[in-house]
């Protein structure tokens, strides 16, 4: 496992991570989360992604729950965590939900260490815009939040590059904390934003990338191209409106064309589909995601394949994926 600079930041982070949408709470419970993040640990992975949304605060029980059982040296390992939807969004009708308001921003990182059982939480994403709230008031929350000692990073995640920079602006202008990553989906059919939107913002404002769905959510792996399997996570409730997606005809029979390809190089679809993420040098971590152990196993087999990724063979790769991709 190689470790890549967080953007600008002194912060180094494992090339792969591992995150915990809709498995912490839904899929995995405490003991198999620990068990993941044990392997994860021990094959280099130092970065460890959630959100205060997943399973409505429940993955950061579980992954607090399973941390503490673990018992790391607190400087052996990166946890992040993220707001913006907020909790109880029924009994919040405003203020408390959809927002970046320094209310409930200053609120949401409290219970996000309660849950989780820190005293401090190292990465800190605003996880979308918010058109409602001055990017300014959000810049001072998230500034003063590192002030307080409650997170020592902060980025951002799917905001446009016009924020991004608005963002860091205010920031320089006032000598608040800057933020230093982006967390963007990034994958063989989501690649515009990661490429081309924020291409100036690497060298200008030294920003890094912690990207997310590597396997567009398992659709890379070729697991889909005979329906959803009853084990996977297109079968599960809740998420209806990711499975269309999964289950997209042109997009599985893309997938079927970089058999070959992965044949060739003697790995599986997962490992391509992650190596060739994290072959980007913009990339500070690809954040994988597993539901078991043994997924977890074969994705780390991507790191190897990292540096086998010749020029002419992503080329091959994208030729496959590029007519679909967005
Ligand atoms: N910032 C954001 O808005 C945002 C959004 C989404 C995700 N994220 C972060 O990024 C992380 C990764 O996203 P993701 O889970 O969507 O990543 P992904 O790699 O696209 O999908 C992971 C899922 O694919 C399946 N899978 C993984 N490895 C496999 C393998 N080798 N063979 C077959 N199936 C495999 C598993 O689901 P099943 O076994 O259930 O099928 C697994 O949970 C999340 O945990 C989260 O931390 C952030």
Redesign the pocket.
């Given at each position: 496992m190689q470790y890549r600079r967080l953007g600008r930041s002194g912060l180094q982070v494992s090339e792969l991570s591992?995150?915990?949408?809709?498995?912490y709470h839904n899929?995995v419970d405490t003991a198999a989360a620990r068990e993941l993040l044990a392997a994860a640990k021990g094959a280099g992975m130092n970065f460890f992604?959630?959100?205060e949304a997943?399973a409505k605060g429940m993955s950061e029980v579980v992954m607090g729950d399973a941390l503490r059982a673990l018992e790391w040296p607190r400087l052996s390992y990166i946890v992040s965590t993220?707001f913006y939807w907020g909790l109880d969004r029924d009994a919040q009708p405003v203020n408390h939900r959809d927002t970046l308001n320094r209310k409930y921003l200053m609120q949401a990182i409290d219970g996000s260490l309660r849950r989780m059982g820190l005293d401090f939480i190292d990465l800190v994403?605003c996880?979308?815009p918010d058109p409602n709230t001055p990017i300014e008031e959000t810049v001072w929350a998230m500034s003063d939040m590192i002030r307080q000692g409650k997170a020592l990073y902060w980025g951002t995640?799917?905001w446009s590059a016009a924020d991004i920079r608005a963002a860091w602006d205010i920031a320089e202008r006032h000598h608040l904390h800057k933020p230093v990553m982006e967390?963007?989906?990034y994958?063989l059919f989501h690649r515009r934003r990661v490429e081309q939107e924020y291409a100036r913002l690497y060298d200008d404002i030294g920003l890094g990338l912690t990207t997310?769905?590597?396997?567009?959510?398992?659709?890379?792996?070729g697991?889909y191209r005979g329906g959803v399997?009853p084990?996977?996570?297109?079968a599960?409730g809740g998420i209806g409106a990711f499975v269309k997606d999964l289950t997209d005809a042109a997009k599985n029979a893309a997938v079927a064309q970089l058999e070959p390809i992965a044949a060739e190089l003697g790995c599986?679809?997962?490992?391509l589909?992650?190596a060739w993420a994290a072959r980007n040098p913009r990339v500070s971590t690809v954040?994988?995601?597993?539901?078991?152990r043994?997924?977890?196993e074969?994705?780390l087999g991507a790191v190897a394949l990292i540096a086998r990724l010749t020029p002419t063979l992503v080329q091959q790769i994208e030729a496959v994926t590029a007519p679909l991709a967005g």
């Open positions: 591992l995150g915990s949408w809709v498995t899929q992604d959630n959100a997943y993220k994403y996880h979308r995640s799917e967390q963007p989906q994958n997310w769905s590597p396997l567009a959510g398992g659709l890379v792996s697991k399997p084990d996977s996570r297109g599960l599986t679809l997962p490992q589909a992650i954040i994988t995601g597993a539901s078991r043994a997924q977890l074969e994705n």
